[in-house]
């Protein structure tokens, strides 16, 4: 019954720092995924989750490439 948000960003260790005294319920701190991303889990409020992704492999950053 929740949704997950995701949002591709620049620096997710960066978002990671700016959030750490406002968020109260991290699901995962920063961790690099086997498919590519460095992730940041989050619960808003309501409980959805909330990812923040940066890809950090070539494969990875080939997918996402604008």
Do not use: Q
């Not at 591709?8 to 720092?17: E, Q």
């Not at 086997?34 to 989750?49: A, K, Y």
């Amino acid at each position: 019954n929740t949704v997950i948000i995701e949002f591709l960003v620049a620096d997710v260790d960066g978002v990671y720092r700016n959030l750490a005294d406002l968020v109260a319920d991290f699901v995962t701190e920063p961790t690099t995924m086997p498919w590519g991303n460095r992730s940041l889990l989050l619960r808003d409020p309501d409980g959805n989750l909330v990812n923040f992704f940066t890809p950090v492999t070539p494969a990875a950053i080939e997918k996402f490439a604008r």
